[in-house]
């Protein structure tokens, strides 16, 4: 893939280079380089812009630069990018509207504004049925029972783990959120001893995956 990105990049066209600059930075974030992301998230806005191209990487740019910048707990600029996708949402990837909305939540959240964090996931709810995304809708309702066991609701966390929890298929973690952690995260969080053996089991096989996936940012 990075052979084949510095091969395009050598184009004419801006076109395949947005493209391959906006993928290449999946690759440094599964890698946890933060700094290889930032650089290259930058570079893929510029070019975008420059061209007026590929709204589609240019969102995927943004959200991947909120991602970065909320790591950093720089939540302002994070914030930045990520409202930026949301006005470019009629024109961006419906799963970088979706995860740039979850991180907006955990900005929400992290400033201790619970009720904010709640309407911006309810917002992108509405947005993905009404653009028939429910696809993505159970990525959505997994952040939502995280976010209720973070703010004390585990009334709603349980449901979503003796209902949904279970199910959830192990894939490659490339993006901000995950909903393969939010099962651990909320078994913890209810803090029974069966809870918590259900947990340890449940990151054990997550181990493994991830192991062999050489997904191990």
Known sequence: ??????????????????RLLAS?????????DLPGVL????QAIRVSQAAAQQPESLGWAHTILAACY???????TAELHANTVQELRHASQRNAVAQSAIILAAIQQAREQPDAALHILAKVRGYLMELQGEALLPLVQ???AELAARQGDLAIAARWVATVGPQQSHGLMAFF???QLTLPKILLRIGTPASREQAAAALARLYT???ATHNTR
């Open 24 to 32: 290449r930075c999946f690759i440094h974030w599964i890698a946890a």
């Open 209 to 211: 995956f991830v192991t």
């Open 70 to 76: 909320y790591q950093q707990n720089d939540l302002v």
């Open 1 to 18: 893939l990075l052979a084949a990105a510095k091969q395009e990049e050598s184009t004419n066209s801006p076109r395949p280079r947005v």
């Open 39 to 42: 650089a290259l998230g930058q």
């Open 177 to 179: 959120y995950t909903s």
């Open 142 to 144: 997994a952040y939502r």
